[in-house]
T-cell receptor, first 114, second 110 residues
Framework: GNSVTQMEGPVTLSEEAFLTINCTYT??????LFWYVQYPGEGLQLLLK?????DKGSNKGFEATYRKETTSFHLEKGSVQVSDSAVYFC?????????????FGAGTRLAVHP | EADIYQTPRYLVIGTGKKITLECSQTMGHDKMYWYQQDPGMELHLIHY???????EKGDLSSESTVSRIRTEHFPLTLESARPSHTSQYLC?????????FGSGTQLSVL
């Protein structure tokens, strides 16, 4: 079945460092891909998405490019801030029997220190 | 700003009690979901609904049940809570592929 694999955390960075969180997927067909973020004590929020190969999603300085050849959707940010500390989830959409739902990775915790 | 609400935010109860976790959304979404989030943060889909009177079990087997009598309301019920049910429960609703999540209910069963 479809699945998403993320790099294990926690990822600990100093403020203004470059961030990469790796995400690869296994899927039949061409799913849409997403990054969600969960801040402490809150639910998940959509951070960015890409719906087809070579699409780049971007939001709040974060970017991710849909790479079909490597089945990857790595999240990057050029300069992280303390306020970016959160758990980041990679996800893909799965369609089955006329229904669609999201399959999430295990999440990667990011801690940014001043 | 997402308009999806979960209550209670925290719940501590004893074994054997019946509980209902509430989830409501004001966005008119047909699709609603319940995820269970384990301490390692991984999310597991336990129930979903694509409209009134439609409910399906998710990928992770769960002893909980759900109902969808009104579009905006998707409660989850445990008839007899056990310590193994201790977890974070997240409700979500969606329009096409975008999901909006509630803040979750942290359930602890003693």
């Amino acid at each position: 079945g479809n699945s998403v694999t993320q790099m294990e955390g926690p990822v600990t960075l100093s403020e203004e460092a470059f961030l990469t969180i790796n995400c690869t997927y296994t899927a039949t067909g061409y799913p849409s891909l997403f990054w969600y973020v969960q801040y402490p004590g809150e639910g998940l929020q959509l951070l960015l998405k890409a719906t087809k190969a070579d699409d780049k999603g971007s939001n709040k300085g974060f970017e991710a490019t849909y790479r079909k050849e490597t089945t990857s959707f790595h999240l990057e940010k050029g300069s992280v801030q303390v306020s970016d500390s959160a758990v980041y989830f990679c996800a893909l959409s799965e369609s089955s029997g006329g229904y669609n739902k999201l399959i999430f990775g295990a999440g990667t915790r990011l801690a940014v220190h001043p | 700003e997402a308009d999806i609400y979960q209550t209670p935010r925290y719940l501590v109860i004893g074994t054997g009690k019946k509980i209902t976790l509430e989830c409501s959304q004001t966005m008119g979404h047909d699709k609603m979901y319940w995820y269970q989030q384990d301490p390692g943060m991984e999310l597991h889909l336990i129930h979903y609904s694509y409209g009134v009177n439609s409910t399906e079990k998710g990928d992770l087997s769960s002893e909980s049940t759900v109902s969808r009598i009104r579009t905006e309301h998707f409660p989850l019920t445990l008839e007899s809570a056990r310590p193994s049910h201790t977890s974070q429960y997240l409700c979500a609703s969606g329009d096409r592929e975008k999901l909006f999540f509630g803040s979750g209910t942290q359930l602890s069963v003693l």
